[in-house]
């Protein structure tokens, strides 16, 4: 079932996404070679406490850590480490959710660190602008899978591919609520778009093939042929004037 929000709930859903926007800013300035990506959950976790909400991650269906860690060919999921340290040229996403409220905001970046190849340079900047052309879509009249078919448009013009085992979602008292959002397939299908709805689009892109594994650890995904991934989500509210963002800084 699809859940809208009132003004006041995408109210409360704003402030829990600022907190995401504010800490994905704090994260991208501190991230350099020689951190940890301990540290980075570490500080992350800390910023979320600080400014009122709770780590949405943290023992959700039991995974460890607040801040998603994902470097170079692991698309989602990576679990922070001691031993794992960022190096010069890496491709690292970071995935963060906040409880604020009562409400979740949850939202993905991907970084290069250093001097990255221009094909991640490349692969990153792809993934951001498939938001972008998917949430063009995101308006009351419009299917669901219209949004999917914009992502999925892009990203294959561009000679890359999306992941089709992990899609985005609805989002609100919960972190995963209806509908699912797949970043691929034909336009004018799936529910209406209506006002009040709030949707984490997200798309996973691929430098090589779609297909993904999950590691040892149970939660690690990794792109099956090794090439590498790429993350960028927001949490929006389809409004009667178009899609709003609201993990933004300024909103």
């Excluded at 940890?36 to 976790?45: F, H, Q, S, V, Y």
């Excluded at 996403?93 to 250093?114: K, M």
């Excluded at 078919?149 to 899609?167: I, L, M």
């Amino acid at each position: 079932m699809i859940i809208l929000k009132s003004p006041r709930e995408i109210n409360i859903m704003r402030e829990a996404n600022r907190i995401v926007a504010e800490v994905h800013a704090r994260l991208a300035e501190e991230i350099s070679p020689g951190i940890t990506t301990a540290d980075i959950d570490k500080l992350g976790e800390e910023l979320i406490r600080k400014k009122g909400g709770i780590p949405s991650f943290k023992g959700y269906r039991g995974y460890p850590a607040s801040v998603c860690v994902s470097i170079n060919d692991e698309v989602v999921h990576g679990i922070p480490s001691k031993k794992r340290v960022i190096e010069s040229g890496d491709v690292v996403s970071l995935d963060i959710g906040v409880i604020y409220e009562g409400f979740h905001g949850d939202a993905a970046r991907t970084l290069g660190v250093g001097e990255v190849s221009k094909e991640a340079s490349r692969l990153i900047e792809i993934t951001e602008q498939s938001f972008f052309h998917g949430i063009e879509q995101a308006k009351p009249g419009n299917r669901l899978s219209d949004i999917s078919h914009a992502v999925q448009n892009y990203v294959e013009k561009n000679g890359f591919s999306v992941v089709r085992e992990y899609v985005g979602h609805g989002i609100g008292r919960d972190m995963h609520e209806d509908p699912q959002i797949p970043n691929f397939g034909p336009p004018g299908r799936g529910p209406l778009l209506k006002e009040g709805m709030t949707l984490a689009i997200e798309p996973m892109v691929n430098a090589g093939g779609y297909m993904v594994k999950t590691l040892a650890d149970g939660w690690t995904v990794v792109t099956k042929d090794g090439s590498l991934s790429a993350h960028y989500e927001n949490t929006i509210a389809v409004t009667k004037d178009g899609p709003v963002i609201l993990s933004c800084l300024e909103s």
